[in-house]
């Protein structure tokens, strides 16, 4: 069965240093990949999601994440980190069948010093 | 777009009531989720539709627990009657089509039996 792993539970940065957190999957085939970011009192919002082709993605707010195979890891980064990324950020992984369901991370919570 | 609309944002009842929830989700999109959010057990599936018709249910608590999707624009979660272990953030979510696609969350409903 598919699951997906968030070792880090909490982390915090300074403002303008480097974020990068981690994200481990179980699937057996080429998984569909998401990174999702909720803020206190909000819904979900997609940041970015791999599907296939280049294993290094784009996503908004300046993240990126990069699909290894070989480490069965998607870990979401970001260069600099402003104090408005204080969120929660939650790792999901899909089976491309035709069930339509994802399976998310337990999350990592963000905090930014100033 | 409206994005996904979630009504009402918080709820406050007794054991025992009946609490329904209520999910819009965004139009032309044919798969609906319902999830729970707990500090405990983090984000869970509860149930999906595809097209109206309930997918998967095995994440639905137990059967005080059902869900609905009349129509393509509304779906509704009920519980009853409800107890306090309910107490969690209830998102609705949709998205385009069964297969693996990037799900759109709602704001979530707040929900806290006493």
């Known amino acids: 069965a598919q699951s997906v792993t968030q070792p880090d539970i909490h982390i915090t940065v300074s403002e303008g240093a480097s974020l990068e957190l981690r994200c481990n999957y179980s699937?057996?085939?080429?998984?569909?990949l998401f990174w999702y970011v909720q803020s206190p009192g909000q819904g979900l919002q997609l940041l970015l999601k791999?599907?296939?082709?280049?294993?290094l993605v784009q996503g908004i707010k300046g993240f990126e994440a990069e699909f290894k195979r070989s480490q069965s890891s998607f870990n979401l980064r970001k260069p600099s980190v402003h104090w408005s990324d204080a969120a929660e950020y939650f790792c999901?992984?899909?089976?491309?069948?035709?069930?339509?369901?994802?399976?998310f991370g337990k999350g990592t919570k963000l905090s930014v010093k100033p | 777009d409206a994005g996904v609309i979630q009504s009402p944002r918080h709820e406050v009842t007794e054991m025992g009531q009946e609490v329904t929830l209520r999910c819009k989700p965004i139009?032309?999109?044919?798969?609906l989720f319902w999830y729970r959010q707990t500090m405990m057990r983090g984000l869970e599936l509860l149930i999906y539709?595809?097209?109206?018709?309930?997918?998967?249910d095995s994440g639905m608590p137990e059967d005080r627990f059902s869900a609905k999707m009349p129509n393509a624009s509304f779906s509704t979660l009920k519980i009853q009657p409800s107890e306090p272990r309910d107490s969690a953030v209830y998102f609705c979510?949709?998205?385009?089509?069964?297969?693996?696609?990037?799900?759109?969350f709602g704001p979530g409903t707040r929900l806290l039996v006493l």
């Open positions: 999901a992984v899909g089976d491309g069948g035709s069930q339509g369901n994802l399976i």
């Open positions: 139009s032309g999109h044919n798969s």
């Open positions: 791999y599907f296939s082709g280049d294993t």
């Open positions: 979510a949709s998205s385009r089509t069964s297969s693996v696609e990037t799900q759109y």
């Open positions: 699937y057996g085939a080429t998984p569909y």
């Open positions: 539709f595809n097209n109206n018709v309930p997918i998967d």
